[in-house]
């Protein structure tokens, strides 16, 4: 099995690059108490969904979910850092919105689309 090919916001299509998802991680999660063992096999889940899926093309905004979901799983830190660029946050209450949901009891969050 190949991984599938991402198909960006304008259309275009690109390779999957376990490279490029490894570095936003290692962004999001500079300076933070995860080692590089935790980010690889974080990027691993990843590619095994991927693969898992069948899919020959995956949206890049759905790439995008999966790399929150294992940031959320690693360090909250890196997943507002993460999200306020890939969400292009514009102001603090897209933050305090953020961290809201932090402060939620968890059969209290809502549930986000797809």
Do not use: C, H, W
């Amino acid at each position: 099995m190949t991984l599938p090919a991402v198909v960006k916001k304008d259309g275009s299509r690109s390779e999957f690059d376990r490279r490029k998802i490894a570095a936003s991680m290692r962004l999001a999660l500079r300076k933070r108490p995860v080692s590089a063992e935790a980010i690889d096999a974080a990027v691993a889940r990843i590619e095994y969904q991927l693969l898992g899926s069948g899919e020959r093309e995956v949206r890049s905004e759905r790439l995008g979910e999966l790399v929150m979901n294992e940031l959320l799983a690693l360090d909250k830190i890196a997943y507002v850092r993460f999200a306020s660029v890939y969400r292009r946050f514009e102001d603090v209450s897209e933050f305090e919105d953020v961290i809201e949901e932090f402060r939620r009891p968890k059969q209290d969050k809502p549930t986000r689309k797809r």
